[in-house]
Structure formats: structure tokens, C-alpha cells
């Protein structure tokens, strides 16, 4: 299983109580979803956790696992993050897509010219950004994930089109 195939779905942030349990902040829209992708991974794509018993918290989950016996444990490996594959997720419906599937797509330029490839989708806290990383090489830059900077996306060709915001204003009107 390679690396570029796993999805980061969350990470433990240490025990829970004394009898073993262990938190874990999930990255999902539903924290319980956790539990029904099987054996989590590590970065590595070697086994992770396996959990037995689960409850929704705030901000993740809290429950037991097959590999963790007690809270030190539990401790013991707090900040491991957690991974499934990609093909664990359901099917998106037609012209939904998931944000992981954006990374590795060429961004071109309206005049089909190569600007780099999707390094990353990073959100800072406003909206989401595709980070770009150059052909030619140099540093990565970010693009406003919005209609107006990538009006086209063809996923299943392996691009989609990058309109530098400093360019929006250049374009005639569609």
C-alpha cells in the first residue's frame, strides 16, 4: 500500500480514564464514521488500530482498541496518526468528488500550459487552497479553491484549469 493512497483520518490524542480507553480527534464529518473503515493505518500503510467500542465526543471519539490494554499505553501513543486507503471511502455521487482526489491533478493555465501539479489542499481557516507545486520547480504557491480560480475540473483526465487571482480580472466574462 503506498503512501499517496492514504487518507489522514485523524490522530490519538492520548488515553481516556484509567482502564484503557483512548481519545482519538477525528478529521471526519462524522467521528463515529472511524469505526467503519476497519483497521486504521499508519503513514507507513502498516496497521494501526483496530477498534472494538466507540462514543462521539466533541471533537472525535473515545474508545477501546484491540491493540491498547492500558491508559499507558493509550498515552503511549498519543500524536499517531491515523489512515485508511482511499478506496475505504464510498463512491462520491456524480459531480461530487473528495478533496483528496485533487492531489496529483495538473493545474494548466487557461491556454493549457502546465503551472505544477496539486501538492495539497491546505484551509487555514477562510476557504479551502490548493497548494501547487511548480513544474520548472521553486516553491509552492496556493490558489483559491473558488469557482472563479478553478471554473473547470476534469478530474478523470487529470487536471484541472488554474486561473491566478491576479488573472480573474484580465478574462473576458464567460
Not at 500503510?45 to 491498547?68: F, M, P
Not at 487555514?124 to 478553478?150: K, Q, S, Y
Request: proline residues 7%; contains cysteine.
Amino acid at each position: 500500500m503506498t503512501a499517496s493512497r492514504l487518507i489522514l483520518v485523524g490522530h490519538v490524542a492520548g488515553g481516556f480514564g484509567v482502564k484503557g480507553e483512548v481519545k482519538i480527534t477525528a478529521y471526519t464529518a462524522d467521528p463515529l464514521a472511524l469505526t467503519a473503515y476497519g483497521p486504521l493505518l499508519r503513514a507507513d500503510g502498516s496497521h494501526g488500530l483496530t477498534l472494538t467500542q466507540t462514543r462521539a465526543t466533541k471533537d472525535g471519539i473515545v474508545g477501546r482498541a484491540k491493540e491498547i490494554a492500558t491508559k499507558e499505553e493509550a498515552d503511549g501513543l498519543r500524536n499517531l496518526k491515523l489512515y485508511v486507503p482511499r478506496e475505504a471511502f464510498p463512491q462520491p455521487d456524480e459531480d461530487e468528488f473528495y478533496l483528496a482526489d485533487l492531489i496529483g491533478v495538473e493545474a494548466r493555465d487557461p491556454d493549457g500550459v502546465v503551472l505544477g501539479t496539486v501538492k495539497a489542499v491546505q484551509n487555514f481557516g477562510a476557504d479551502d487552497m490548493l497548494e501547487i507545486a511548480p513544474t520548472a520547480g521553486g516553491p509552492t504557491w496556493f490558489l483559491p479553491f473558488t469557482r472563479a480560480c478553478v471554473p473547470d475540473l476534469h478530474l478523470s483526465d487529470g487536471w484541472l484549469l488554474a486561473v491566478r487571482p491576479d488573472e480573474i480580472g484580465e478574462r473576458e466574462p464567460d
